[in-house]
């Protein structure tokens, strides 16, 4: 009769929790960050059916990185827990804190389990208050350990160097513009200060905010196509300082022209004594966030449709 090989507690332990961290790390990042009026999600992600983020509850939202079929499964078990609650209890009575939680011993107790792999995820809960700085933002890891995070918390492959470009461009003030545009850039940066940073375009792009100016009980808005490439537009000019040099000339020798009298035919006089206006008008890539398929989406319509947004 064989004996089975004896491996220490601590190697065991030490094992998995490798396996753990090389599963996420091959992930695509998720960066949640706080603005002026709430907290922005922004992921990479290409696809438009399996989504990193998403709704939980009224003020509420999740947001993961790892296996698909892993992190589907905890926000599903998370939906259930806060419709349980607020049905039991009252609405009021959902809170991040206790959602997080309730994350944590589940994750804890499948990661100390010898007969079950640990979780490949990461995942962030947050939640919206009246005021920004009551905020709450929790980030839990694949072994249930939970860390509240003040002001952003970055998920994935290259945490650190995403890490470094947010706490350089971060301030409490930020508009959700500005707020975009820092995370596309530093999820752009994952490669270092020594790389040449990516452009992520809308089509590599999740985005949804939990946004304390909607005037409706469900703070949660997935931001599609279109109105992301506004913020991105709008985020990209410079601010203004005054007029330029070239702009300034075009005015001055418009008002010249229209105070000019017309000439005999009148062409002058036919288009007006103003200027003219010019214008005339105006498939699922993440290595690790693998797939079975996806799940029902349970919570009574928790999850906005992408029309909606």
């Known amino acids: ?108 107790t499948i990661f100390s389990t010898a007969g079950e792999k640990p979780y490949e995820v990461e995942i962030v809960v947050a939640e919206l208050a009246a005021r920004s700085e009551d905020d709450q933002i929790y980030r839990l890891s694949y072994d249930g350990s939970v860390t509240d995070e003040k002001h952003f918390a970055v998920m994935g492959g290259s945490a650190e160097a995403i890490d470094d470009v947010l706490a350089a461009g971060f301030a409490d003030d930020l508009s959700l513009e500005q707020a975009l545009r820092l995370a596309v850039t530093a999820l752009g940066s994952d490669g270092g200060p020594n790389a040449a940073a990516r452009e992520l375009g809308v089509d590599a792009l999740e985005v949804a905010v939990l946004d304390r100016s909607r005037p409706h009980a469900r703070k949660f808005r997935r931001l599609g196509d279109g109105p992301l490439a506004e913020l991105l537009a709008a985020s990209a000019k410079p601010a203004d300082s005054g007029p330029a040099d070239d702009e300034v000339d075009a005015v001055v020798a418009d008002r010249d022209d229209a105070s000019e009298p017309p000439n005999e035919e009148g062409s002058d006089g036919a288009e007006g004594s103003g200027p003219k206006d010019p214008a005339g ?29």
């Open 1 to 108: 009769m064989s004996m089975p090989f004896y491996v220490a507690p601590e190697q065991q332990m030490k094992d998995r929790a490798d396996f753990a961290r090389k599963g996420i790390a091959r992930g695509r990042s998720v960066v949640v960050l706080r603005f002026r009026d709430g907290i922005l999600f922004v992921a990479e992600n290409r696809s438009q059916a399996l989504h990193k983020v998403s709704e939980i509850y009224d003020r509420i939202a999740f947001a993961a990185v790892g296996r698909y079929n892993e992190f589907e499964t905890l926000r599903i078990a998370g939906i259930r827990y806060a419709d349980l609650r607020g049905y039991s209890y009252a609405r009021t009575d959902v809170t991040a804190r206790g959602l997080a939680n309730n994350y944590a011993q589940l994750l804890g």
């Open 281 to 309: 008008g105006a498939v699922w890539r993440d290595d690790a966030d693998r797939a079975d398929g996806p799940a029902d989406d349970l919570g009574h319509g928790r999850t906005e449709p992408d029309s909606a947004s």
